[in-house]
């Protein structure tokens, strides 16, 4: 089985200030990993994932992750945040396997960007 | 293209009282899933389909059912409402469930169980 841990529910930061959210996981299998933002009232999109290679992961808006396997984590950032940031991120893990795609969710992170 | 579309947007139930919610995708997507979103807990999956004619359960399957008669519709049954049952309801797809694919959400529905 598989969890995720999101360790900050809100984060408040100031426009054009860096922010970075934290998500660690936990699986007794490979996983793949996954950033989901949910913008007020809306349905949620994908920012990024990570599937394999490069640790580093390059998303929309200038998103970025890290993938850190000896810690388990996934942590979201971006150097510069903007007004239209202000939303709700989640992180995701889905196990290597064939079959459907079953996501586990953290609890998300409430961004909120103040000018 | 319309993507993921979810119908309706919001209802208001009584307990007991049962509804069937409607998930449509024009992707032509094999994958379709039902999530429900609750403060504080993230999406959980309820239920989900591999493809046309399937269907299976996901971490929370009490209390619901499910149906997919055409590829493109996934339909979310709760036969007798409770108020446990009030949450937000997305629906999404994905066009095959390997390597990592990207799920399309729906916008949600917005369910009050009184």
């Known amino acids: 089985a598989q969890s995720v841990t999101q360790l900050d529910s809100q984060v408040p930061v100031f426009e054009e200030a860096p922010v970075e959210l934290r998500c660690n996981y936990s699986?007794?299998?490979?996983?793949?990993l996954f950033w989901y933002v949910q913008y007020p009232n809306q349905g949620l999109q994908l920012l990024l994932k990570?599937?394999?290679?490069?640790?580093l992961v390059k998303g929309i808006n200038g998103f970025e992750a890290e993938f850190n396997k000896s810690q388990t984590s996934f942590h979201l950032r971006k150097p510069s945040v903007h007004i239209s940031d202000t939303a709700e991120y989640f992180c995701?893990?889905?196990?290597?396997?064939?079959?459907?795609?079953?996501?586990?969710f953290g609890q998300g992170t409430r961004l909120t960007i103040n000018p | 293209n319309a993507g993921v579309t979810q119908t309706p947007k919001f209802r208001v139930l009584k307990t007991g009282q049962s509804m069937t919610l409607l998930c449509a995708q024009d992707?032509?997507?094999?994958?379709m899933y039902w999530y429900r979103q609750d403060p504080g807990m993230g999406l959980r999956l309820i239920h989900y389909?591999?493809?046309?004619?399937?269907?299976a359960k996901g971490e929370v399957p009490d209390g619901y059912n499910v149906s997919r008669l055409k590829k493109q519709n996934f339909l979310l049954g709760l036969e007798s409402a409770a108020p446990s049952q009030t949450s937000v309801y997305f629906c999404?797809?994905?066009?095959?469930?390997?390597?990592?694919?990207?799920?399309?959400f729906g916008p949600g529905t917005r369910l009050t169980v009184l």
């Open positions: 999404a797809s994905t066009a095959w469930a390997e390597v990592g694919d990207t799920q399309y």
């Open positions: 699986s007794s299998v490979s996983v793949y």
């Open positions: 990570y599937l394999s290679g490069s640790t």
């Open positions: 995701a893990v889905s196990p290597l396997r064939q079959g459907a795609q079953k996501l586990v």
């Open positions: 992707m032509n997507h094999e994958y």
């Open positions: 389909s591999v493809g046309e004619g399937t269907t």
